[in-house]
């Protein structure tokens, strides 16, 4: 899915998010209203 819209991250002190900053990721997590708690971070392929 793509998407243009920018969500605001719950736990941005989530394991392995800091060491991929900049980089494309694919992130996994549960949409509350237009804030995501992410549960995975995965290098974008």
Avoid: C, H, W, Y
């Amino acid at each position: 899915m793509t998407t243009d819209k920018i969500f605001e991250i719950v736990n941005q002190d989530f394991a392995g998010l800091k060491e991929r900053a900049g980089e494309p990721v694919k992130v996994t997590g549960e949409l509350q209203m237009d804030r995501i708690v992410i549960s995975t971070v995965e290098i974008s392929k």
